[in-house]
């Protein structure tokens, strides 16, 4: 942990030791700067580098990615839940808990039985445990807006056994997205500023003259307020995020569920990047100019073909806007514009059929 004051940002001088089995994952880009298949680096290799930070480096030197790779545990434990098309657009996913697979011995048995299976990518990660004092707040939309329908106690959600089980499995139920209560946090964490895309963040606020962003589903992530004048962030409310004292008057921290969070106040921008909820609802109630986001869920290909009060400006990179490109960490820019009712409402019968 950082001391207070000062930015806390990931490095590789963490002496976290590689697990007996573990195994690293890289991604490198094909000969026309694609993202390809992604690929197994076996516990017998990178088991010399004793840390996963030392085995970050090194692989990512010896294969010369221009991703990081990730280290990952081969054990499968009873918080475990499988993430079936992981890679694509929220309504398209499925989540099974541990008791849908917990026959295989390892991760890597179970994501390939289960690939097979569904015909998808799978990703086996480890679920946020519910806590005893956990309640959900089931929320329904209608014409006048969203009110709170049903309070599901901790007894009723017990049989999720983790809070992402719990959200695929109510909002299948209830088709909404629940809301938690998020009293006591399940742990304390650092805010986190990301060197890799602090640059872009800066270039669009001088460019385009952004002096404040939201940026809802930020998780620990408090990168926008390394850069904005003023950034409100928006978690569901699972951990306790710390703040460095210095940032701390330039931005706001408030917990909820963004589908049915009224921001208030107009922000020149909202950021979705890695964000999990349903970007249409979330749209909504954002006001503002500007969204910038990646695509590591589609949401990019959703607003560009479904909401046309959005334009397409750009793709961010260092130190300009380009129209396209093929890098996983890409950030789209768009940008709200003015069109007619009618245009308006054809667009909003498109999305219901």
Do not use: W
């Not at 060197?195 to 002096?211: A, V």
């Not at 004048?229 to 995020?241: A, K, M, N, P, R």
């Not at 954002?286 to 949401?299: A, P, R, S, V």
Request: glycine letters at 6%.
């Amino acid at each position: 942990m950082a001391e207070e004051g000062t930015f806390f940002i990931i490095n590789l001088d963490e002496k976290e030791e590689i697990e007996e089995g573990s195994y690293a994952i890289i991604t490198k880009l094909d000969e026309v700067g694609e993202v390809g298949e992604e690929r197994i680096i076996p516990y017998e290799e990178i088991k010399q580098y004793k840390t996963k930070a030392r085995a970050i480096q090194e692989l990512k030197k010896k294969y010369k990615l221009y991703f990081s790779p990730t280290i990952q545990s081969n054990k499968i434990g009873e918080n475990s839940i499988a993430n079936i098309g992981y890679n694509t657009y929220h309504n398209k996913r499925i989540i099974l808990p541990y008791d849908s697979f917990k026959k295989y011995k390892t991760r890597l048995e179970a994501e390939k039985k289960l690939s097979e299976k569904f015909k998808k990518n799978v990703q086996i990660t480890e679920g946020t445990p519910l806590l005893q004092d956990t309640e959900a707040y089931i929320v329904k939309f209608g014409k006048k807006g969203f009110k709170y329908s049903k309070v599901l106690k901790y007894k009723d959600l017990k049989k999720y056994r983790t809070l992402d089980y719990a959200v695929y499995a109510l909002r299948k139920k209830y088709n909404s997205t629940p809301e938690f209560n998020s009293k006591i946090p399940t742990r304390e964490l650092q805010g986190e500023i990301h060197k890799s895309y602090i640059n872009k963040l800066k270039y669009i606020k001088k460019r385009f003259g952004i002096k404040n962003a939201y940026y809802p589903g930020c998780g620990i992530d408090i990168t926008p307020a390394a850069v904005f004048d003023e950034t409100l962030l928006l978690d569901i409310g699972h951990t306790q995020l710390i703040i460095p004292s210095d940032l701390k008057k330039k931005c706001k921290l408030v917990y909820g569920n963004a589908e049915v969070y009224e921001v208030g106040k107009n922000y020149d921008l909202m950021i979705f990047r890695r964000f999990q909820g349903r970007v249409e609802y979330t749209i909504d109630r954002f006001k503002g100019k500007y969204i910038l986001t990646d695509n590591d869920f589609n949401h990019a290909f959703y607003i560009r073909d479904y909401r046309k009060e959005f334009k397409f400006v750009g793709i961010v990179e260092e130190d300009r806007m380009v129209k396209e490109t093929t890098l996983h960490e890409s950030l789209y820019l768009f940008e709200r514009v003015d069109f007619n009712f009618i245009e308006m409402v054809v667009n909003a019968i498109k999305k219901l059929i």
